[in-house]
């Protein structure tokens, strides 16, 4: 079974993250990743960082995962509004 922390586990050791969360009720997963790795890169561009880090796993046993991305910047932003 596909946990939110199998996938932040997966994320973490795919990627350099600032703060990352996972949360999902087993099918359907929102997760929140701060990067420096997307400074200049498009939502989509992000979105494909993540899902590479995730392999297979996108393709086989996660059903549904939404992101918000953001750079360390963007994410100190959102977070004084």
Do not use: C
Request: no cysteine; charged share 25%; proline share 2%.
């Amino acid at each position: 079974m596909v946990t939110p922390e199998s996938i932040q586990l997966n994320i973490a050791q795919g990627m350099a993250t600032e703060h990352l969360t996972v949360a999902g009720d087993g099918r359907h997963f929102e997760a929140v990743v701060v990067s420096d790795a997307f400074a200049g890169k498009s939502r989509v561009q992000r979105h494909q960082l993540v899902y590479q880090t995730l392999g297979e796993r996108m393709r086989e046993e996660i059903h549904a995962l939404s992101m918000k991305t953001y750079t360390p910047q963007e994410w100190e932003s959102s977070r004084k509004t």
